[in-house]
């Protein structure tokens, strides 16, 4: 007999803030199914008030209480039986981060944990990869965010070493990220990377699982570099205005998206992987699989 669950993640990022809502398929006998059930994402960009002003302004915290009112009232029509809402870069970095947590509890009804760059690393390490790791293989894992990107190697389908670097492309479109971040993550890579042969990158994030949409490969197919590197070439050669018009992204992409292929291309120049796999997992994939686990 078939038992199905449903469990919610709400992913509060430097970029957007997104609700999964996900349909947990329990049988015996066999292995946890984890399916998506519904995502929403609206493009509220906290990083730009945080990373230019310190602070989350009043008319974000507005939008971010309607917000949370909204997906309380779509998980009420769900069924979640139980979720989790996690604040990353932006909000821990704001000074009246706990304030406006405070204010969206008493508004909305949703309680929010603003968790640690170390926290949310584990969090998206423990996404279920077993059915793309392969275990004589090497992977990279980069999970590209707003305010900060997550890095994980995995060898033998084990994590070896993960570690959070505060570099993010609403922090890079603002010309706050220094050249002695991008030293801190090649030396990082590199030193991890030296004993293992055959290395190929994760990507996770909303603008890699973009350049992978607009590739049109088969979703177990990786991308070369030399693609990626055609990519980028081709998007930085790009105005603003004709990315959104030609390539069809949204507007509050159109900027974010060159930066995140710099991040993903020198990752890959700096471990020596030649491909990179795009599965459609994230931050709020890995909240749900700790939810059900009992990890979080």
Same mark, same amino acid.
């Given at each position: 007999m +078939?038992?199905i669950? @449903?469990? /919610?993640a !709400?992913?509060?990022?430097?970029n957007?803030?997104?609700l #999964?809502?996900a349909?947990i398929?329990?049988?015996?006998?066999?292995?946890?199914?984890?399916t998506?059930?519904?995502l929403v994402r609206?493009?509220?960009?906290?990083?730009?008030?945080?990373?230019t002003?310190g602070?989350?302004s009043?008319?974000?915290?507005?939008?971010?209480?309607d917000?949370?009112?909204?997906?309380?009232?779509?998980m009420?029509?769900?069924?979640?039986?139980k979720y989790?809402?996690?604040?990353?870069?932006?909000?821990?970095?704001?000074?009246?981060?706990k304030e406006v947590?405070?204010?969206?509890?008493k508004?909305?009804g949703v309680?929010?944990?603003? +968790?640690?760059?170390? @926290?949310? /690393?584990? !969090?998206?390490?423990?996404?279920?990869l077993h059915f793309? #790791?392969?275990?004589?293989n090497?992977?990279?894992y980069?999970d590209?965010?707003?305010?900060?990107?997550?890095?994980s190697?995995?060898?033998n389908?084990?994590?070896?070493a993960?570690?959070?670097?505060?570099?993010g492309?609403?922090?890079?479109?603002?010309?706050?990220?220094?050249?002695?971040?991008?030293?801190?993550?090649?030396?990082?890579?590199r030193?991890?990377?030296?004993?293992?042969d055959?290395?190929?990158l994760?990507?996770?994030?909303?603008?890699?699982?973009?350049?992978?949409?607009l590739?049109?490969?088969?979703?177990?197919?990786?991308l070369?570099?030399?693609?990626l590197n055609?990519?980028?070439s081709?998007?930085n050669?790009?105005?603003?205005?004709?990315?959104?018009?030609?390539?069809?992204?949204?507007a509050?992409r159109?900027?974010v998206?060159i930066?995140?292929?710099?991040?993903?291309?020198?990752?890959?120049?700096w471990?020596?992987?030649?491909?990179i796999y795009v599965?459609k997992?994230?931050?709020?994939?890995g909240i749900?699989?700790?939810l059900?686990?009992g990890?979080?």
């Open positions: +078939i038992n669950r @449903k469990y /919610a !709400i992913d509060i990022g430097s957007a803030v997104r #999964l809502v349909n398929i329990e049988e015996a006998g066999k292995e946890t199914q984890f998506k059930s519904s609206v493009p509220i960009r906290l990083g730009q008030d945080v990373f002003k602070e989350i009043e008319e974000n915290i507005v939008r971010m209480c917000a949370m009112k909204a997906y309380k009232l779509l009420k029509v769900h069924k979640v039986e989790m809402a996690c604040a990353t870069s932006a909000m821990r970095e704001a000074d009246n981060g947590v405070e204010r969206i509890a508004e909305s309680d929010i944990e603003i +968790i640690d760059g170390k @926290k949310e /690393a584990a !969090i998206i390490a423990s996404t279920d793309l #790791l392969k275990t004589e090497t992977y990279l980069v590209v965010g707003g305010g900060s990107t997550e890095f190697l995995f060898s389908g084990k994590i070896v993960s570690k959070s670097f505060r570099i492309t609403v922090r890079f479109i603002n010309h706050m990220v220094h050249e002695s971040v991008w030293i801190e993550i090649e030396a990082w890579i030193e991890h990377s030296v004993d293992y055959n290395i190929s994760i990507g996770s994030g909303g603008n890699i699982n973009k350049i992978f949409k590739s049109g490969k088969l979703q177990e197919k990786p070369s570099y030399m693609y055609s990519q980028y081709l998007m050669s790009m105005s603003y205005e004709q990315r959104i018009s030609e390539l069809g992204l949204n509050d159109a900027d998206i930066p995140a292929l710099q991040i993903y291309l020198n990752a890959m120049k471990s020596g992987a030649r491909n599965p997992i994230g931050l709020s994939d749900i699989k700790a059900y686990y990890k979080i």
